[in-house]
């Protein structure tokens, strides 16, 4: 059997699938250390309020419907109607339900966008996605139909003290040529956990409507929900940026549901998409949380619960890290939002997909940092091959116990 170009491309070996599969092999193998995919934490209070609501919804004869019908390709109407009036009343935001769409996942959202704003176009140009910052998220790699989308720019880096560093959008280098169809950041960052500053995000959009091209935000693990950020950071919107939301984070990743906020045109274009692709999105992670989003609770639940229990997942496993690991070379990103600790070994003797093969060895799962690079095809710079992401959400004895073989590992390669 023979493929054909799209077929070759989508289905030979990429970092997304292999995180998915160690996800997989995680949920599997009761040996196994999981603390490389991107699994939100079983918050027992969330847990319980999925479980409230999924039991009314049951009884009153709303979730055999919601898995009965189909919804528009837009997505659930009273779940965008309910979003959109809880974003005008609580940030402001001047939108309608006409400025959401729905996905099955933040994934197919991306893909979605990225072929549309990027690629070859009818008067002959081909455009490209910018990242202004890398390390990105791994899954945006390979979500182009062809292989020269993505360029991306090298962070500065700063030191910081406790055997930190923070990445920056390094705008003395960055150039915005007539080659690029969008800017693309999430916020919080998959992997780093590293937050964008207000001021990095307005002159970002400013770059952007100067070029005459949109923002693209990840905003998976930001505010208003599911609010994983720990740094002051003003939520980001208006009619030039595109915001893409999710309710997996707040702990629905099996719903698969993806939320795009944007400009009416993108908003129709993502519906045609949806409607020609999928027929429509899921229905259950919408009919699930709307009395969330037109209560407000959501906010509050993103705030009291989520928040809190990930920040002091976060300080636990900075503080076991830097127990573990006294070496001066080893550096963790500042810990300001999302799942992750991203961890920098610099002078690390071995590729850290070499290391990722030696952990799994002893059946703990990471995810080697080299994946998190698209757009830049640098050999001489090391510093992408000296970095794994780390997930802390597991429970606090799996996250013990993975951080000792890791340093076991470190501490001997430092010897080395």
């Known amino acids: 059997m023979e493929f054909s170009l799209f077929g070759e491309k989508f289905t030979r070996h990429a970092g997304i699938t292999q995180l998915m599969d160690d996800l997989n092999?995680?949920?599997?193998?009761?040996?196994?250390?999981?603390?490389?995919?991107?699994?939100?934490?079983?918050?027992?209070?969330?847990?319980?309020?999925?479980?409230?609501?999924?039991?009314?919804?049951?009884?009153?004869?709303?979730?055999?419907?919601?898995?009965?019908?189909?919804?528009?390709?837009?997505?659930?109407?009273?779940?965008?109607?309910?979003?959109?009036?809880?974003?005008?009343?609580?940030?402001?935001?001047?939108?309608?339900?006409?400025?959401?769409?729905?996905?099955?996942?933040?994934?197919?959202?991306?893909?979605?966008?990225?072929?549309?704003?990027?690629?070859?176009?009818?008067?002959?140009?081909?455009?490209?996605?910018?990242?202004?910052?890398?390390?990105?998220?791994?899954?945006?790699?390979?979500?182009?139909?062809?292989?020269?989308?993505?360029?991306?720019?090298?962070?500065?880096?700063?030191?910081?003290?406790?055997?930190?560093?923070?990445?920056?959008?390094?705008?003395?280098?960055?150039?915005?040529?007539?080659?690029?169809?969008?800017?693309?950041?999430?916020?919080?960052?998959?992997?780093?956990?590293?937050?964008?500053?207000?001021?990095?995000?307005?002159?970002?959009?400013?770059?952007?409507?100067?070029?005459?091209?949109?923002?693209?935000?990840?905003?998976?693990?930001?505010?208003?929900?599911?609010?994983?950020?720990?740094?002051?950071?003003?939520?980001?919107?208006?009619?030039?940026?595109?915001?893409?939301?999710?309710?997996?984070?707040?702990?629905?990743?099996?719903?698969?549901?993806?939320?795009?906020i944007a400009d009416e045109k993108i908003i129709q274009a993502i519906t045609n998409l949806s409607g020609i692709i999928n027929l429509a999105p899921g229905s259950l992670g919408p009919a699930i949380t709307i009395p969330m989003i037109e209560s407000g609770e959501i906010i509050a639940l993103s705030e009291q619960v989520v928040k809190p229990f990930y920040r002091q997942k976060a300080e636990l496993a900075v503080q076991l890290l830097r127990e573990a690991i006294p070496d001066p070379r080893f550096h963790i990103h500042k810990p300001e939002g999302a799942l992750f600790l991203w961890l920098w070994f610099e002078g690390l003797p071995i590729h850290c997909q070499e290391l990722y093969e030696r952990l799994k060895a002893k059946n703990l799962l990471i995810v080697p940092g080299h994946y998190f690079f698209p757009g830049i095809d640098d050999p001489e710079w090391r510093h992408s091959r000296e970095c794994i992401r780390l997930n802390y959400s597991q429970s606090e004895e799996l996250v013990r116990r993975g951080i000792a073989i890791l340093a076991d590992e470190i501490n001997a390669l430092y010897a080395g």
């Open 25 to 260: 092999q995680g949920l599997t193998n009761p040996d196994a250390i999981m603390l490389g995919g991107g699994n939100p934490a079983p918050i027992p209070a969330m847990l319980e309020r999925f479980q409230a609501e999924a039991k009314s919804l049951l009884d009153n004869g709303e979730l055999v419907k919601a898995m009965a019908n189909y919804d528009g390709p837009q997505g659930k109407d009273r779940f965008t109607k309910a979003l959109s009036a809880l974003l005008s009343k609580e940030l402001g935001w001047e939108i309608s339900a006409r400025n959401i769409a729905l996905t099955n996942g933040s994934q197919n959202a991306f893909f979605y966008l990225f072929n549309l704003l990027a690629g070859e176009f009818a008067d002959g140009r081909k455009k490209k996605v910018l990242f202004p910052l890398a390390p990105e998220y791994i899954g945006y790699a390979d979500s182009a139909l062809a292989d020269d989308y993505f360029v991306a720019y090298k962070p500065t880096i700063e030191k910081l003290a406790d055997g930190q560093f923070k990445y920056h959008v390094d705008f003395e280098s960055l150039q915005v040529g007539d080659d690029i169809g969008v800017i693309c950041v999430s916020r919080p960052t998959n992997p780093t956990g590293n937050v964008l500053t207000d001021e990095e995000i307005e002159h970002l959009d400013q770059i952007a409507r100067d070029k005459g091209i949109p923002l693209l935000i990840d905003n998976a693990y930001g505010v208003p929900f599911p609010g994983i950020i720990f740094s002051e950071a003003k939520p980001f919107w208006n009619a030039n940026t595109i915001l893409c939301m999710s309710l997996s984070k707040l702990g629905l990743p099996g719903t698969r549901c993806g939320i795009v």
